[in-house]
């Protein structure tokens, strides 16, 4: 009842920056968080970065300082710019978001298709 949509992955060199972007859309009444995850491979999912309702925003600390989390309610859209990129960045990003369905007043978690980060000169 919610698809996601991400885009804006890709091949940079160290150094270099990426923004990310997931879309919402379908049966939404409100979303609470929207997320942004990592797995690389041979490694578990990690949290990157964050933000509810209240553009409260939180951060791995692997991260801290190099990438922004940002959203635009209006859009149901939620970005992460990615700047300082490192090798150890490399990772299949994932965008994950909660809230209200409005059919149901049930609630939701969703995760998006994933979009490849390959950090490499």
């Known amino acids: 009842q919610v698809q996601l949509v991400e885009s804006g992955g890709g091949l940079v060199q160290p150094g270099g920056s990426l923004r990310l972007s997931c879309s919402a859309s379908?049966?939404?009444?409100?979303?609470?968080?929207m997320g942004w995850y990592r797995q690389a491979p041979g490694k578990q999912r990690e949290l990157v970065a964050g933000?509810?309702?209240?553009?409260?925003?939180n951060y791995a600390d692997s991260v801290k300082g190099r990438f922004t989390i940002s959203r635009d309610s209006a859009k149901n859209t939620v970005y992460l710019q990615m700047n300082s990129l490192k090798p150890e960045d490399t990772a299949v990003y994932y965008c994950?978001?909660?809230?209200?369905?409005?059919?149901?007043?049930?609630?939701?978690?969703?995760w998006g298709q994933g979009t490849q980060v390959i950090v490499s000169s």
């Open positions: 994950n978001v909660n809230g209200i369905l409005a059919s149901t007043l049930g609630t939701f978690n969703y």
């Open positions: 379908g049966s939404i009444f409100r979303i609470n968080l």
């Open positions: 933000i509810n309702s209240s553009d409260r925003t």
